[in-house]
């Protein structure tokens, strides 16, 4: 479904982007793993459009995008969730949710995509008409993917949605996560919480200095003694925990 090729990107004369390479088969769950700064975010406004590669190709669906604009991008079945939620605060919920279906013509599919995506997250109709600057942080990140799954995307991109949250609401916004996984949605996932992407993913990718330099599935990754030190918390001495898929 995607597939990005050599792919490197600069903000100014800094490169952000080496030749990053990688693949999202349609159906899977694919996680960027790696530390602040190491491009995670780049790599995501890259494939949306936000930022243009200065080489390397990026196909979706077998049609290159790599100079498209963000709205044919949208229009083509990717949609975003980026860092931070980035909702609009003084707006209702309803009307964010009306923000994210902006181009749903057709009133009565706009309905049935609106009744859809409530029924993933019952909490947003409760909160309907309440100003989404005021909702928790947990219920924030809610409406920002809930956003997202408007235009029923083919592939969704979502940037550091554990960040700033309680672990209570973090293990929330994983098995939601999950659950969209499980109903078909294709996911590419950007997260420094290593342990809880690695237990829902079917790919990860680890990503440092803008590079990838090293990829696999769950126990491949978990294997690597470089991800466990680096990321998990694990010196070459310390005992393997064992960790469970939910």
Not at 7 to 14: D, L, M, N, R, S
Not at 131 to 158: D, K, N, V, Y
């Amino acid at each position: 479904m995607l597939k990005m090729v050599g792919v490197e990107t600069f903000y100014g004369k800094i490169k952000a982007l080496h030749g990053v390479s990688l693949g999202v088969e349609k159906g899977q769950l694919v996680c960027i793993l790696g530390a602040n700064g190491a491009g995670k975010t780049t790599i995501l406004k890259t494939i949306c459009g936000i930022t243009e590669p200065e080489y390397g190709t990026i196909h979706f669906n077998d049609e290159q995008i790599d100079h498209k604009d963000p709205e044919e991008i949208i229009k083509m079945g990717i949609s975003h969730v980026p860092e931070n939620r980035r909702i609009f605060p003084e707006l209702t919920v309803n009307e964010n949710l009306l923000m994210g279906g902006f181009l749903i013509k057709d009133k009565d599919l706009f309905a049935e995509r609106f009744e859809k995506v409530t029924a993933h997250f019952p909490v947003l109709s409760k909160r309907s008409s309440q100003q989404a600057g005021t909702l928790s942080g947990g219920e924030q990140q809610m409406l920002a993917i809930a956003r997202a799954l408007m235009l029923e995307p083919q592939l969704l991109l979502l940037d550091e949605p554990s960040l700033g949250l309680s672990p209570k609401l973090v293990q929330e916004i994983f098995t939601i996560i999950q659950d969209l996984h499980q109903a078909g949605v294709t996911i590419l996932l950007v997260e420094q919480n290593v342990n809880q992407a690695l237990k829902i993913a079917d790919y990860g990718y680890v990503l440092t200095s803008g590079k990838i330099f090293l990829s696999g599935t769950y126990d491949e990754l978990y294997e690597e003694e470089k991800v466990r030190e680096m990321y998990l918390g694990e010196g070459k001495y310390v005992r393997r925990a064992r960790l469970w898929r939910s």
